[in-house]
């Protein structure tokens, strides 16, 4: 699950790291009396951000051809007028697609007088499964274009998870950034501060970029987190009820949020075949060897190690809400499924939904000859693949492309 910017800033603020004083406004009744507390607090700028689950804001573009999701705003009044251009209107950036996503929440924060910019993660390194922390002295820039033109730039630490963030570690961190004297003990506290983040949120991703340092109202210098992206491990939500009160449907594919009712992985995609498929690994071939052989796919659909016929049906429709698909392939490997449970339930879905796309079907596995059997006899025009190949091909056929 994904928050906003605000929202992974309180949580950061929970384990001490240093954010701006800033204030969310839903509403352009909360813009003023935010900007004004903003102003009163001593800082000459109010930053108004666009608050969307995509990046690039700043270059982005509103449909109603403004320019720019983030705004400095010099006084109180440009601030509510930046608001009014932003608050309720589309903003498309390179991560949003040309839909772009709609502004329901601004962030208005005091501005920052900024001396240098860095960039700080901490995420879990899948070679290693351990926790890894990344830094890098090219803040606010993609971090893949600096480990692809300057992986010298960039500082690797991993972490033992049985032991946690040591502080000889956190003072490496704070080292390869160049911080010295007191920037070195506020560099060292805070980069603790989003490892325990990290850890204590079950987050999937913590993201700094940038961490900057900068200077105060009384002339002295901090470092802090001016931008940040938390991304949380979804298996673990349910053991932070605060967490997940943090969940923007706004901000979700309403047939994403439709597939979670039912505990089914959806993820719409652009083409025209649709998947079904049990296991991601599993799904993510299915969509390859249709792409193989000319096809594209028109959704990731992962209904796991035990669907049940009612999800089957609900996956179904799901798929069939999508106006591209015109084929669906669902393809099966029964170890923990049974995969007669699974034919009854694509028969009763068919039935249900009255399908009149081209549907192929391939099944291996537990109990499968009564799989097949089930679809044999069901009546209802279903086209069976022997193998995964075989049913790629056949469904690619079925839709002309």
Known sequence: MNIHEY??????AQYGVAVPFEIPAKSLAEVR??????????????????????????????KSGFQGGVKVAGSVDEAVGFAEKMLGQTLVTKQTGADGRMVQTLLLAAGAKIKKEFYLAV?????????LIMASTEGGMDIEEVAEKHPEKICKETVDPAVGIMPYQARKVAAALGLKGDLFNAGVKLITGVYNTWWECDASMVELNPLAVVELADGKETVMALDAKISLDDNALYRHKNIMEMRDLNEE????????KFNLNYIKLDGSIACL??????AMATMDIIQHFGGSPANFLDVGGGASKEQVTAAFKIILSDP???????????????????????VAAVKETGLKLPLVVRLEG???????????????????GDSMSDAAQKVVKAVGK
């Open 7 to 12: 929202q992974a800033k309180q949580l950061l």
């Open 33 to 62: 009396p935010a900007a004004d507390k903003i102003a009163a607090s001593g800082s000459a700028k109010v930053v108004v951000k666009s608050q969307i689950h995509a990046g690039g804001r700043g270059k982005g573009t509103f």
């Open 123 to 131: 995420l879990l390194n899948r070679e290693t499964s351990r926790p």
């Open 253 to 260: 594919a309403p047939l994403e949020i439709e597939a979670s």
């Open 277 to 282: 498929v049990n296991g991601a690994g599993l």
């Open 324 to 346: 591209n698909v015109k084929g669906i392939l669902v393809n099966i490997f029964g170890g923990i499924m049974d995969c007669n449970v699974i034919a009854t339930g694509i």
């Open 366 to 384: 537990n109990n499968v000859a009564a799989g097949k059997k089930t679809l044999a006899e069901s009546g209802v025009s279903i086209i069976t």
